[in-house]
């Protein structure tokens, strides 16, 4: 069974920083793209940031600039830097790992973290 689990957020004055942390745990042989999306109250969820084994990114353009992605393969581990946050920045941010194989040939299945909250004052 694969688990991801969150850590980082928390309640930051707007201007202030946080890095969330995202760690996959499990019989883990593979995992294409992990990355973050996040949910407003009243808001659907969006898309944050995420990034490819290889380490190719792609960033909501509300975030270009003040959050950065990463990720540590050998730990399966996801991480976001978020500089510059704004009060629009409050949301639930969920970790989300795409296509995750237990084994070489395994059927691939996506994952998703439980959320932490992120709260920017102003």
């Known amino acids: 069974q694969v688990q991801l689990v969150e850590s980082g957020g928390g309640l930051v004055q707007a201007g202030g920083s946080l890095r969330l942390s995202c760690a996959a745990s499990?019989?883990?042989?593979?995992?294409?793209?992990m990355g973050w999306y996040r949910q407003a109250p009243g808001k659907q969820r969006e898309l944050v940031a995420d990034i490819t084994s290889g380490g190719s990114t792609n960033y909501a353009d509300s975030v270009k600039g003040r959050f950065t992605i990463s990720r540590d393969n050998a730990k399966n581990t996801v991480y976001l830097q978020m500089n510059s946050l704004k009060p629009e920045d409050t949301a639930v941010y969920y970790c989300?790992?795409?296509?995750?194989?237990?084994?070489?040939?395994?059927?691939?299945?996506?994952?998703w973290g439980q959320g932490t909250q992120v709260t920017v004052s102003s």
């Open positions: 989300y790992a795409e296509k995750v194989r237990t084994t070489l040939w395994g059927t691939p299945h996506d994952y």
């Open positions: 499990g019989s883990i042989f593979s995992i294409n793209a």
